[in-house]
């Protein structure tokens, strides 16, 4: 009895973050209330209240899965035989970045999370510090450690310039896929995305490697070769 109330409280917990999801990406957190999320699941408020006491820990808990969701799937595209970033070049990071940001778009929870974080959040609000550190401090977002590991192997490899800076590298990439990503989702992007997205990146390495323009073991930056 007792692991099947477990389960049962596991599952409306699932339900109560998708709810919230769909609606703070739809009215904004600001403008959503637990009575809104409740509703939406024809379910009293309390019972939202009894997972999550205030709408701040359901949104870092929304974060918290949606983070580690990206993990998993950044995870998944590791090259056969890695098991971690440690050994990976800036080819393969902005390889798995593309095809990552490919799943992002064909996933609606994916687009609503990013819609939510970039469009119906008041991140300058006092009210928002703890949600905000715990979205750029999460362990599980690994993409910006990625780019940051891969520029670090090439600078010791000798593939990339030695005054090459791998936490500015890192923060454009990121910037760059965050940008590309947003403006596809808003239908203003007015060329082909994946494309767009690969020559960014064959652009970052070519201004990083050693020699301009090659990249290590003939490996095109993003797939552009796909």
């Not at 469009?119 to 715990?134: G, L, P």
């Not at 993409?143 to 593939?159: E, H, L, M, Q, S």
């Not at 995305?193 to 064959?202: A, G, M, P």
Request: hydrophobic share 45%; glycine share 6%.
């Amino acid at each position: 009895m007792a692991r099947r109330a477990k389960q049962d409280a596991e599952k409306t917990r699932t339900r109560i973050l998708a709810s919230a999801l769909t609606l703070f990406a739809k009215k904004g957190y600001e403008h959503t209330t637990f009575t809104d999320v409740a509703a939406r699941l024809k379910m009293t408020k309390g019972a939202v209240y009894w997972h999550f006491e205030t709408k701040q820990a359901l949104l870092l808990a929304l974060v918290d899965e949606m983070l580690a969701k990206f993990h998993r799937q950044i995870s998944e595209l590791l090259p056969p035989g890695e098991t971690s970033f440690e050994g990976l070049s800036f080819p393969v990071v902005a390889d798995m970045m593309v095809r990552n940001a490919l799943r992002i778009l064909e996933d609606p929870k994916g687009t609503a999370f990013f819609l939510l974080i970039h469009e119906q959040i008041k991140w300058a609000d006092a009210s928002m510090t703890d949600v905000r550190n715990d979205l750029m401090r999460n362990p599980r977002f690994g993409p910006w450690a990625a780019f940051k590991t891969a520029v670090a192997n090439d600078v010791r490899a000798g593939r990339a310039r030695p005054d090459v800076d791998p936490v500015q590298v890192a923060s454009v990439c990121m910037a760059i896929w965050d940008g590309l990503v947003h403006s596809r989702i808003a239908n203003l992007l007015q060329c082909d995305f994946k494309e767009t997205l690969c020559k960014s990146y064959s652009a970052v390495w070519k201004s990083i490697a050693v020699a301009p323009g090659a990249s290590p073991a003939g490996q095109s930056p993003g797939g552009a070769s796909d």
